[in-house]
């Protein structure tokens, strides 16, 4: 069954405390991997799409990475407004929905 | 650009009465996507509508429907709603098609809570 799991569930850091966020997959035939930031009481914001192992994306202080079997969300030098939940998602083989994970809740303390 | 909107932000509905929900899709976009989430978890896909026809069915029964309009707007329909019907309802539009490698852009939600 393809599944996508995110660890950990909440992380804590303070500000300027780089750290990296996880989200492993076990699916049949990645076709894409998507990042997205949801603030509370709102709709997740997009922020990047992997598409095959070895590829790196960039905005701000974010940066995405995906391999085979996971991916990876870095936070350099986060600041108190890059708390949220990020959430990531897969699409796979012939499956026409996006298999989500639960997020990791974010917080940054000043 | 005008992104994606939904109505209402909030509604509170007594089990078994029925529902819609409203979502317009972002300039330019042809697909929009339902999706439920519960409090601390990922959104769970509910049907998926691409020029005006359902391009795909998560694990939701047929008391949930939709529609899509010609403009690419949609609605959810929910009847007979039970409590666990409780939960954010979000909407997302994107220009893919049945192509689901095209990231989606979210509204910011409908609050649905059933006594």
């Known amino acids: 069954e393809d599944q996508v799991t995110q660890s950990p569930e909440a992380l804590r850091l303070q500000e300027g405390e780089s750290s990296s966020l996880n989200c492993s997959y076990t699916v049949s035939g990645l076709r894409g991997l998507f990042w997205y930031r949801q603030d509370p009481g709102k709709g997740p914001e997009f922020l990047f799409t992997l598409y095959s192992a070895g590829e790196e994306k960039e905005k701000e202080r974010l940066k995405a990475t995906l391999t085979k079997k996971e991916s990876f969300l870095h936070i350099t030098a986060p600041k108190p407004e890059d708390s949220a939940t990020y959430l990531c998602?897969?699409?796979?083989?012939?499956?026409?929905?996006?298999?989500w994970g639960a997020g990791t809740k974010l917080i940054i303390k000043p | 650009e005008t992104g994606v909107t939904q109505s209402p932000t909030h509604l509170i509905k007594t089990r078994g009465q029925q529902v819609t929900l409203r979502c317009s899709s972002q300039s330019g976009h042809n697909t929009v996507s339902w999706y439920q989430q519960a409090l601390g978890q990922g959104p769970q896909f509910i049907f998926q509508?691409?020029?005006?026809?359902?391009?795909g069915r998560g694990n939701f029964p047929p008391r949930f429907s939709g529609l899509q309009f010609p403009n690419y707007s949609s609605e959810l329909n929910v009847n007979a709603l039970e409590l666990d019907d409780s939960a954010l309802y979000l909407c997302a539009s994107s220009s893919g098609g049945r192509d689901w490698n095209y990231e989606q852009y979210f509204g910011p939600g409908t609050r649905l809570t059933v006594t």
């Open positions: 509508y691409y020029r005006e026809e359902e391009n």
């Open positions: 998602a897969v699409s796979a083989g012939s499956n026409y929905q996006l298999i």
